[in-house]
């Protein structure tokens, strides 16, 4: 519908509000690997890693991928994480969207935008073998229930990586 992915990233790098926030990690405090920003309807807040993340409102271009994904998924997302890595030195470590306020029962679709990075996937328990996807700029992954309670996700880092990358993450967060 008129959205390219370049332009898309390039307005989404302008017009958001990025924040490279501390988390504490094993009782010590870093910043994150990766630059991020919080969208939501108003009154969704969301918390990772002990961290309350401030509520950026929808952007257009933003709205009109929300609508795209009711369209063609019959969900309404609520709320949308967006992580941007620099390049391949950003990361994010092995972890499930699982946390208390996320509505289990709705999916949540990835969208990346920019550099192809490896997507790598673990059993949470057992012994079954990770695997990885390898997400192009404008590959969508919809990650539906119960994937977050049976598998983690993450994305290492890539020495040879040196574009950006933007993902989008859509969720739904239960009314508080």
Not at 24 to 47: E, F, I, M, N
Request: charged share 25%; with cysteine.
């Amino acid at each position: 519908q008129g959205l390219q992915t370049p332009q898309l990233r390039q307005a989404l790098g302008q017009s958001l509000a990025w924040e490279q926030p501390l988390v504490t990690v094993y009782g010590k405090q870093h910043r994150t690997p990766r630059l991020t920003c919080w969208v939501a309807d108003p009154g969704y807040s969301y918390r990772y890693s002990g961290l309350q993340q401030a509520i950026h409102p929808w952007t257009a271009e933003l709205e009109t991928l929300r609508q795209l994904l009711l369209d063609q998924l019959g969900v309404r997302f609520n709320s949308l994480l967006l992580n941007r890595y620099r390049d391949g030195a950003d990361r994010m470590g092995w972890h499930a969207d699982d946390e208390p306020e996320l509505d289990d029962q709705a999916p949540i679709v990835s969208l990346s935008l920019g550099a192809a990075r490896d997507l790598r996937f673990r059993p949470r328990r057992g012994d079954a073998a990770a695997f990885a996807i390898n997400l192009a700029d404008g590959d969508l992954l919809v990650m539906d229930p119960p994937s977050q309670r049976h598998w983690q996700h993450a994305l290492p880092p890539r020495a040879r990586v040196r574009q950006e990358r933007i993902n989008l993450t859509f969720r739904v967060i239960r009314p508080a």
